[in-house]
């Protein structure tokens, strides 16, 4: 697996990944959640961050990694390769641009609460909502080495 910066031609594909990648792990949210999402990510998301994609051997983009500063604001794998290493390869990546990361992990997702805690963060906080205001309480987290 590789890892490079995201282009303007990779919108597409990362919407796909992102948009499969969330109906697999976010069962807490609706469709009807996830379409009203679904613009927020392709027109700002995907257009605002700093994005990195992770390729599988043949190129092809299996996932990425979305930075606003030192905050980790997205991860998502395409669910075909998720628990092969690619999520890591994307937290250090991350990392060795960034120092230190903080991310925010919904409270309803347990998989990726132990994902982060396995890279190496501690929650730190909590809040209610999301950050729309939404009944999706965020776990807040940074690196433990921080």
């Given at each position: 697996?590789t890892?490079?910066k995201?282009?303007?031609?990779?919108r597409?594909v990362?919407?796909?990944i992102?948009?499969?990648?969330?109906?697999a792990?976010?069962?807490?949210l609706s469709?009807?959640?996830?379409?009203?999402?679904?613009?927020?990510v392709?027109?700002?998301?995907?257009?605002?961050?700093?994005?990195w994609?992770?390729?599988?051997?043949?190129g092809?983009?299996?996932?990425?990694?979305?930075?606003?500063?030192?905050?980790?604001?997205?991860?998502?794998?395409a669910?075909?390769?998720?628990r092969?290493?690619g999520?890591?390869l994307?937290?250090?990546?991350?990392r060795r641009?960034?120092?230190?990361?903080?991310?925010?992990?919904?409270?309803?997702?347990?998989?990726?609460?132990r994902f982060?805690?396995?890279?190496?963060?501690?929650?730190?906080?909590?809040s209610?909502t999301?950050?729309?205001?939404?009944?999706?309480?965020?776990?807040?987290?940074k690196?433990a080495?921080?």
């Amino acid at each position: 697996m590789t890892i490079r910066k995201a282009v303007a031609a990779d919108r597409e594909v990362l919407l796909d990944i992102w948009l499969r990648s969330v109906r697999a792990t976010h069962s807490f949210l609706s469709e009807d959640h996830i379409q009203e999402l679904l613009p927020v990510v392709r027109d700002v998301a995907l257009v605002h961050l700093e994005l990195w994609v992770l390729c599988s051997d043949a190129g092809a983009p299996i996932g990425f990694v979305g930075l606003s500063g030192r905050s980790l604001e997205a991860l998502f794998l395409a669910p075909e390769h998720r628990r092969r290493g690619g999520g890591r390869l994307l937290v250090e990546h991350a990392r060795r641009l960034k120092g230190p990361l903080i991310v925010d992990v919904n409270e309803q997702n347990p998989d990726a609460l132990r994902f982060y805690e396995a890279c190496g963060f501690r929650v730190v906080g909590r809040s209610e909502t999301d950050s729309d205001g939404r009944p999706f309480p965020l776990l807040h987290m940074k690196d433990a080495a921080a």
